[in-house]
Each structure stands twice: as structure tokens, then as C-alpha cells.
């Protein structure tokens, strides 16, 4: 089965920079996505990795090893907006199947 | 452009009675999905469309659960008989073909008691 492991929580303080990270194994591995949502909200893409490396928008960045299974999402410059959870979701095979990660809860404190 | 969008917001049933969900895709999003999200978890993809084609239905509870798209666009979610289990938040999305990005509608929050 797919499965993906990220931290269920992880706390901030306005300005900081915070790394969530995600270990995946999935069979058909083709690339990992990035979303945020705010609660009672709908989930909104924030980054996509299909190559290993690092991808920038802005204050977020996101990076991938696919020898390691392993990707991670940098937020910098931390704002109290940006407390939210997040979720790694992994895309398999050539129709992009999709199976998210049970989310990681940000809290940025002032 | 206008959303994904879905009704109705909110249903509360009871357990053993049918319940149906709607939603209309981003214009042109040939990919459709529909997930289940338990509160203080990811969302779960029940079934995935492309055009009227099921891609992947695998974790759908076909013995209670059905979708249908018939005609490539707007797709209905139903769940016949609801059980307890079943309270959760049912999220649409839609992507372009072959594209990674996907746009969640609002979502209908489900309540069985």
C-alpha cells in the first residue's frame, strides 16, 4: 500500500523559518505535491516536486530526494496567517493517483 | 474563473438513510476527485475520474458508496445505506489532464447520527 509519515504538529514564532518534513513509500512513485489548509477551509496547492531538488514560490519552498523517499517544505519569514495544517500528497503512477499524508498542524505564536 | 463548486454545505442524516452530494468541476478540468476527510486527518480519495472514466476507485466502499460522471463534467457522490463512520467532510477537486495542481471545492460536511 502507499503510505506517507509527517510530524502531526509543529510549533513556530512569527519570522522563523519551519521545515515540515515527509517520508513516503509508495509503489509508482511520479512526484510529491504540497498543500495547506486552514481550518474549516478547502486544501490549497502551495508547491510540486517531480524532480529531486529544491522548488521556490516565494516564502515557501519545497524540496525533494527520491533515493531517500523523503521530501520537505520550508516556510520562512513566518506569519501568523500561515498557521494551518499541511499535507505531503504523493502522486503515483501515469494518471497522478494521489494519496495524502495525515497532515502536519503549524502553529506560529507572536 | 469560477471554482469547484459543491452542494450542499452541510447534510445531517440518520444512520441507514441515502444521502447525495454534487459537484461541478473548473471548466475544462477533464480530472475529477472526490476524498473524505475524518477530522484531524488527510483526505482520502475515494474515486478518480477522467472525463467519465473511473482512473482509481480502489478505496471507494462500493457496497455502500457510488459517483457517477456521466457526461465528463458535473459528478454526484452517493452514500446508501450512511453509517455512523461516515460523518466526515467530502471534498471535490479538479485538475487539467496530466496536471499535478489540484482545486478543492468548499467541501460538504456530513454528520450521521
Known amino acids: 500500500g502507499q503510505s506517507l509519515e509527517q510530524p502531526s504538529e509543529v510549533t513556530a514564532v512569527e519570522g522563523a523559518i519551519v521545515q515540515i518534513n515527509c517520508t513516503y513509500q509508495?509503489?509508482?512513485?511520479?512526484?510529491l505535491s504540497w498543500y495547506q489548509q486552514h481550518d474549516g477551509g478547502a486544501p490549497t496547492f502551495l508547491s510540486y516536486?517531480?524532480?529531486?531538488g529544491l522548488e521556490e514560490t516565494g516564502r515557501f519552498s519545497s524540496f525533494l530526494s527520491r533515493s531517500d523517499s523523503y521530501g520537505y517544505l520550508l516556510l520562512q519569514e513566518l506569519q501568523m496567517k500561515d498557521s494551518a495544517s499541511y499535507f505531503c500528497?504523493?502522486?503515483?503512477?501515469?494518471?497522478?493517483?494521489?494519496?495524502f499524508g495525515r497532515g502536519t498542524s503549524l502553529i506560529v505564536h507572536p | 474563473e469560477a471554482g469547484v463548486a459543491q452542494s450542499p454545505r452541510y447534510k445531517i442524516i440518520e444512520k441507514r438513510q441515502s444521502v447525495a452530494f454534487w459537484c461541478n468541476p473548473i471548466s475544462g478540468h477533464a480530472t475529477l476527485y472526490w476524498y473524505q476527510q475524518i477530522l484531524g486527518q488527510g483526505p482520502k480519495l475515494l474515486i478518480q475520474f477522467q472525463n467519465n472514466g473511473v482512473v482509481d476507485d480502489s478505496q471507494l466502499p462500493k457496497d455502500r458508496f457510488s459517483a457517477e460522471r456521466l457526461k465528463g463534467v458535473d459528478s454526484t457522490l452517493k452514500i446508501q445505506p450512511a453509517k455512523l463512520e461516515d460523518s466526515a467532510v467530502y471534498l471535490c477537486?479538479?485538475?487539467?489532464?496530466?496536471?499535478?495542481?489540484?482545486?478543492f471545492g468548499p467541501g460538504t460536511r456530513l454528520t450521521v447520527l
Open positions: 516536486n517531480g524532480l529531486d
Open positions: 509508495t509503489s509508482g512513485f511520479y512526484g
Open positions: 500528497a504523493a502522486l503515483s503512477g501515469g494518471s497522478y493517483i494521489p494519496t
Open positions: 477537486a479538479s485538475s487539467l489532464a496530466g496536471a499535478h495542481e489540484q482545486f
